[in-house]
């Protein structure tokens, strides 16, 4: 079995291998390097306060549970009434889709939750997924 990622960095050390040990590494290590600073150059373009990938993935999900019903159960329970319809529970980031407790981002559930009861519309994403500082 291959991935892409592997099959990448193989042909990117290609030319490497044929070094001695400790300069293959060497270069190696210069090329993560300048690639971790195209990266770090690239991620100050970002406008929003999520990562860009995350960004469209919460719009997303705020738009499939945009017509969800949501009735708060218990301080911090709630239930959504989607098909099927699950329980939210904000204080533990749990919904019982199991989604938010696998990925650790907010699934569509939680998303309906957080938009119709919370203060800041981030206060229940990782600070992971944010690229810059927490809103």
Avoid at 58 to 78: H, K, P, Q
Wanted: hydrophobic content about 35%; glycine content about 4%.
């Amino acid at each position: 079995m291959t991935s892409n990622a592997i099959e990448s960095f193989n042909s990117w050390i290609q030319e490497s291998r044929t070094l001695p040990i400790t300069h293959m590494i060497d270069t190696i290590r210069k090329g993560i390097s300048a690639w971790i600073v195209a990266r770090r150059k690239h991620s100050q373009t970002w406008t929003g306060a999520l990562c860009p990938t995350k960004e469209e993935t919460w719009n997303l999900l705020s738009d499939i549970g945009r017509s969800w019903l949501v009735i708060e159960c218990t301080a911090g329970d709630f239930e959504v009434s989607s098909i099927p319809s699950v329980t939210v529970n904000l204080q533990s980031r749990a919904c019982s889709c199991h989604q938010w407790q696998v990925t650790g981002f907010s699934c569509s559930h939680a998303v309906a939750v957080i938009r119709r009861h919370c203060d800041s519309v981030f206060s229940h994403v990782n600070e992971c997924f944010f690229y810059n500082q927490i809103p």
